[in-house]
C-alpha cells in the first residue's frame, strides 16, 4: 500500500483543525497508509530580523530533512510553486508513485521553508495564490491528496 508521509512545522492548536485533519487522515487511510509528522518550531522574538528568520528556516531545514524518507516521492508546499486541478494533480501522484512508492508532503512554519528543503525536493505544490495559515493548510493538503487519491481510485466524492 502507498504510504503518505506529511511532515509539517508546528502543530495545530485549535480544536477544529485537530478535527478536520483527523477526519481526514482517516479518510486517506481507505487509499495509503498516511503518518503525520509534527515538528517543533523555531523559536523567534515577537519581531524577528530576516537574519534570524534564516536562521530558524536552517534550523528547522535540518529536522525536516532528517526527517524525510528514502526514495519517497518529495513535495514542498511553497507559495512559487506550481498550481494544479485535482485531476492533474491526481495524474501527477500516481506518477510519482510508480518510481517511488510513497509520497513525502513537507509544509513549513509561518515563515516557509530553508531553500535547502525546497532544492531537495522533487516538486513545488501551491495550491492557491492566496495565503492561507500554516496550519490551515495541513488541513487543505489532507482534503486535496484525500481527493487526488478518490479521483484515482474512481471513487465518487470528487465531483
Do not use: W
Not at 495545530?12 to 503518518?35: D, I, V
Not at 495565503?131 to 465531483?159: N, W
Request: proline share 4%; charged share 25%; glycine share 6%.
Amino acid at each position: 500500500m502507498l504510504s503518505c508521509k506529511f511532515i509539517t512545522v508546528g502543530t495545530l492548536k485549535e480544536s477544529y483543525l485537530r478535527e478536520a485533519a483527523a477526519e481526514y487522515t482517516k479518510r486517506l487511510g481507505a487509499f495509503c497508509r498516511p503518518e503525520i509528522v509534527s515538528l517543533k518550531e523555531a523559536r523567534l522574538p515577537e519581531n524577528p530580523s530576516a537574519a534570524q528568520i534564516a536562521a530558524a528556516l536552517r534550523d528547522e531545514a535540518g529536522r525536516i530533512l532528517a526527517a524525510i524518507p528514502p526514495r519517497a516521492m518529495k513535495i514542498a508546499l511553497c507559495v512559487e510553486g506550481k498550481q494544479y486541478d485535482s485531476p492533474a494533480l491526481a495524474e501527477l501522484l500516481a506518477r510519482g508513485t510508480e518510481n517511488s512508492g510513497s509520497l513525502c508532503f513537507i509544509i513549513g512554519s509561518s515563515h516557509g521553508l530553508d531553500e535547502s528543503v525546497k532544492a531537495a525536493c522533487d516538486l513545488r505544490l501551491s495550491v492557491s495564490k492566496l495565503t492561507f495559515p500554516h496550519q490551515l493548510m495541513q488541513v487543505i493538503l489532507l482534503e486535496a491528496v484525500y481527493r487526488a487519491l478518490s479521483i484515482q481510485h474512481g471513487t465518487k466524492y470528487h465531483k
